[in-house]
């Protein structure tokens, strides 16, 4: 069956430009997260939506990034006014388990450069 | 703060020996604890776990060993193979605080030599 997907690939962008990121999970899972790996780091957790509940969002690292799930599916994350330190990968995992971390899927992430 | 911490950046190993990757935490209300493996241009896949009421776990050619009183955990892979070529993610979580959100650590990139 189909994995994580995301979109798109590749993104450049000039400083302050907006950009939008979207993830799309595997179907039928519940908890959706978002993750990012800048340079020589680990991967970041950002934000964590469980079905209808209120997103965990206690890994955005300023109030220029936003995440929404639609319909308990699709998710877009969004940077507004990008820097050049939000230059990363961007990773979206989902899983059908939350209280299992290992049924976490990635998708392959996202590569942003904001020049 | 790096709750999670991974400090060697790499790792080259030859072909049918033993690979050994450390990893130290910081957060004592970790209970659960992760090995990913990642190859380029993919996201990480899961490889193995143990629950912080075990000390080992293993799963063939892999076993992860945990030290609570230390805070540590290692990975070995045994005997290492040429596929085995990646980086590899220690990441820790609290299952029932936090939703399995993951704390991952920075890395090691192991490289096995035929």
Redesign the interface.
């Known amino acids: 069956g189909a994995g994580v997907s995301q979109s798109p690939s590749n993104k450049v962008t000039e400083k302050g430009k907006d950009v939008e990121l979207r993830c799309d999970p595997i179907s039928g899972h519940t908890a959706l997260y978002w993750y990012r790996q800048s340079l020589g780091q680990g991967l970041e957790f950002l934000i964590y939506f469980q079905g209808n509940s209120a997103p965990d969002k206690s890994g955005l690292p300023s109030d220029r990034f936003s995440a929404e799930r639609t319909g308990g599916s699709v998710s877009t994350l969004t940077i507004q006014r990008t820097q050049q330190e939000d230059s990363a990968v961007y990773l979206c995992a989902s899983s059908s388990d939350q209280l299992r971390a290992e049924t976490q899927y990635f998708g392959p992430g996202t590569r942003l450069l904001v020049l | 703060d790096q709750q999670?911490k991974?400090n060697s950046?790499s790792l080259s190993v030859q072909e049918g020996r033993i690979s050994i990757l450390n990893c130290d935490y910081t957060n004592s209300m970790f209970d659960?604890f992760?090995w990913y493996k990642k190859y380029p241009?993919?996201?990480?896949?899961?490889l193995i776990?143990i629950s912080s009421i075990k000390d080992k776990n293993e799963d063939g050619r892999f076993t992860v060993f945990l030290n609570k009183s230390a805070k540590h955990l290692s990975l070995h892979i045994v005997p290492s193979q040429p596929g085995d070529s990646a980086v590899y993610?220690c990441?820790a979580?609290s299952?029932?605080n936090?939703?399995?959100?993951?704390?991952?650590?920075?890395?090691t990139e192991l490289s096995v030599k035929p």
Do not use: D, H
Request: glycine share 18%; aromatic share 18%.
């Open positions: 999670v991974q950046p659960y992760l241009a993919e996201g990480p896949t899961f776990s993610f990441a979580s299952l029932y936090q939703g399995g959100k993951l704390i991952f650590g920075q890395g």
